[in-house]
Structure formats: structure tokens, C-alpha cells
């Protein structure tokens, strides 16, 4: 059996440890809004969009579009969150008939709370480098980004 051009570059493939590192850092990435929907006892869906409200409100079909499901699901979304107080419904401000989804402070608590060990532990990691040591993560984490991207 002949090998193919991109089975050899696999088998040739040696991970450094950075490599590794980054593997391990999308691995538990992917893993974070799953557990802290359960903690928060929401749906990994309500969790992705309260973090979606966090940025500002937004109609029920941009919601649906961004999470991939139709408008009634998105519907049925916010009807979860407003039941638990986390997000309210509110006019559109240009179109009456319209509404906006916005984020309420237990919104934004329940969401916040859970994530901000994280950000203080991660700012305290920040801290500890260099302007020049931040530049080098930087440019790795963006040129990862792109390549990762590159699959969607």
C-alpha cells in the first residue's frame, strides 16, 4: 500500500511541547460552557447566549442565526432564560413591532460569576510576562486562530 502525501506528513509529525500545550488548552476550552451550563443549571445553549447578550442585545433571528436553529427555538431559548430572570424581552428601538433580547443582572452574574476565577487567574498569568513575551504568545495564539479557523 502506497502512503499518501499527507499520511507521510503525519507520521513524520513530531507535536513540541507547545504544540502539545495548545492541544490540551482547545481540549479544556471545549469542555469549560458545558460544565458551567451544568453548575449554573442551564443548557450549554442558554450559557452560549447569555455570553452572546453579554456584548449587547440582539433580535431573536440574530440569535437563531448565530446559534443555527430557527427562530422558534431561539424563541423558546429566551422564553428559559427570561423564566430564570437572566434575560428580558424589550422593543426595538427603531421598530415597535420588533423585540430585543437583552441580558439582566442575573444574567450577567450567573455568567460572570462562574467565569471570573478563570480571568483573574489568567490576567495574574498576563502579568507575569514581558511586552516582548506577550508579543510571542500573542502572534502564536492569533496564528493558531487562523489556522483553526480555516476548518469552519
Excluded: C
Excluded at 458551567?36 to 445553549?45: E, H, I, K, P, V
Amino acid at each position: 500500500m502506497t502512503e499518501t502525501p499527507s499520511s507521510a506528513w503525519v507520521g513524520a509529525w513530531q507535536q513540541t511541547e507547545s504544540l502539545l500545550a495548545l492541544r490540551e488548552f482547545s481540549d479544556v476550552s471545549r469542555r469549560v460552557m458545558p460544565a458551567l451550563a451544568r453548575r449554573a443549571g442551564l443548557t450549554q445553549t442558554e450559557m452560549t447566549v447569555l455570553e452572546s447578550l453579554i456584548e449587547g442585545p440582539m433580535g431573536p433571528s440574530e440569535m437563531a442565526q448565530r446559534l443555527g436553529v430557527t427562530t422558534a427555538a431561539a424563541s423558546g431559548i429566551v422564553d428559559r432564560l427570561v423564566s430564570h430572570g437572566h434575560a428580558e424581552r424589550t422593543p426595538h428601538p427603531d421598530d415597535k413591532r420588533r423585540t430585543m433580547v437583552a441580558i439582566t443582572v442575573s444574567g450577567r452574574e450567573e455568567l460572570v460569576g462562574h467565569l471570573m476565577p478563570m480571568f483573574a487567574q489568567m490576567a495574574q498569568l498576563d502579568a507575569g510576562f514581558t511586552d516582548e513575551e506577550r508579543a510571542v504568545v500573542r502572534r502564536y495564539l492569533e496564528g493558531s486562530t487562523k489556522a483553526m479557523g480555516r476548518l469552519l
